[in-house]
């Protein structure tokens, strides 16, 4: 029997919620729009090791997972140092309900101890694409980007979440204003507003004080 879609088991959660129940908690998932680009980035860019740091209750994993699957790849890294004690393992068993255990692994670390780790264990341009939602504070994502950055391999994508918070977009201003990187514009048949997210991207592109207005708060950027 296959497995559900991404969208699918997301809608899923939402509708049928346990576990870590607050409406805090509910927040912390993906929410599809931003699930749908996530997963035809990853599709289109072939990936075969996707990485997210930040599991929380697994939505992205799902969308990731799918797409590495589909892709004929075999793994997605996710760290999250609270799956559990803060998320009571709810990411970890969305995974598994999901159908995708079998390609996915949990590092329960603090990333700025675990993306170390992997750099040493697995070395540069191990991952076609890294996910980077977890600490927003702004020295902790650019902290997240500068192991990203190692590890993703040229061409490929390191991707923020959360752009509505200024110290996410401070990061991703740094990193257009300093490293060879490009913002991924923004389409897709699930995107009706790709048009105006595309006019958005290349204002950030050609003028980075310009403050990002993305409606589905994720930016991809390629190596």
Request: glycine letters at 10%; proline letters at 6%; one cysteine or more.
């Amino acid at each position: 029997m296959p497995s559900p879609s991404p969208a699918s088991s997301v809608d899923t959660l939402y509708a049928n919620w346990t576990g870590a129940s607050s409406p805090k908690g509910v927040r912390s998932l993906v929410q599809p729009s931003a699930g749908d680009y996530l997963y035809d980035l990853a599709r289109r860019a072939g990936v075969q090791r996707t990485l997210e740091v930040g599991l929380a209750h697994g939505g992205s994993a799902l969308y990731l997972c799918q797409a590495v699957r589909e892709n004929g790849g075999h793994e997605h890294t996710a760290i999250d140092p609270r799956q559990t004690d803060r998320y009571e393992g709810v990411g970890l068993a969305n995974v598994e309900a999901a159908g995708y255990g079998d390609l996915f692994r949990c590092i329960e670390a603090p990333s700025y101890l675990a993306l170390p780790q992997l750099l040493e264990a697995e070395g540069p341009g191990s991952y076609d694409l890294v996910f980077i939602d977890g600490n927003h504070v702004f020295d902790y994502v650019l902290v997240d980007f500068f192991y990203a950055d190692l590890l993703v391999r040229p061409g490929g994508y390191v991707v923020f979440d959360d752009l509505w918070m200024r110290s996410v977009r401070r990061a991703v201003r740094f990193v257009l204003r300093n490293r060879d990187y490009a913002l991924e514009p923004v389409s897709g048949r699930s995107l009706p507003i790709r048009e105006r997210i595309g006019r958005a991207a290349r204002r950030l592109a050609t003028r980075p004080r310009t403050l990002l207005t993305h409606p589905l708060n994720v930016g991809a950027l390629r190596k």
